[in-house]
């Protein structure tokens, strides 16, 4: 059975992005429908995957992470608006291939991704 699953790294500290909700939403028709919503633990991992079993199908998904949230919770001042609240990211997904990792770097002025293993 396929999974996805995330996991956050702070740059600008040189540490884990603890406590991060992420919210994962399947694309349809220009839709979003909530697929999940995790909280990113100490290591900036989510406990369980956001997809796995019958829900892990192909199509295109958004996973969005509230990163102003989390600088904030560690005291950096941010601009209003902050240049960086919730980043979105979206993806395909092949359910062909039996897991996808969706790792995100952050800053409070940039980010980057990759599909990890």
């Known amino acids: 059975m396929g999974r996805l699953t995330t996991h956050v790294l702070d740059a600008a500290h040189g540490c884990p992005g603890s406590g991060i909700t992420v919210t994962l939403f399947r694309v ?10 995790r909280q990113t633990n100490a290591d ?3 406990d369980q995957p956001l997809l796995e079993g019958d829900d892990y199908r192909s199509g295109v998904y958004q996973l969005h ?12 001042t ?11 990211l979206r993806f395909g997904i092949d359910a062909g291939q039996d897991h996808y990792h969706v790792p995100l770097l952050i800053s409070p002025y940039s980010y980057s991704t990759y599909r990890g293993s």
Request: hydrophobic share 35%; charged share 30%.
């Open 28 to 37: 349809e028709d220009q839709q979003l429908t909530r697929v999940a919503i």
């Open 44 to 46: 900036g991992r989510c």
């Open 65 to 76: 992470f509230q990163a102003g949230d989390y600088y904030r919770r560690r005291g950096v």
């Open 78 to 88: 941010l601009g209003e608006p902050a240049f960086l609240d919730e980043v979105v």
